[in-house]
């Protein structure tokens, strides 16, 4: 089975570096493991006048 994004990337497959290859190309039913790393401040952004409520 092809990546769920394989499509999307199709046209930039020999412009993407090695390493994205490797994490976006990986086929949906092999054992690929994606870690994210790094950490979220903002899940989504709050219009102003939502402030008061959270």
């Known amino acids: 089975m092809d990546s769920p994004f394989s499509q999307l990337l ?8 090695s390493f ?5 190309l990986c086929p949906a039913d092999a ?3 994606i870690v994210l790393g ?3 401040q903002i899940i989504w952004p ?6 008061p409520v959270f």
């Open 20 to 24: 994205l290859l490797e994490h976006y």
């Open 38 to 40: 790094g950490q979220m």
């Open 31 to 33: 054992d690929c493991d």
């Open 10 to 17: 199709a046209p930039y497959r020999d412009k993407l570096p």
């Open 46 to 51: 709050r219009p102003a006048w939502l402030y």
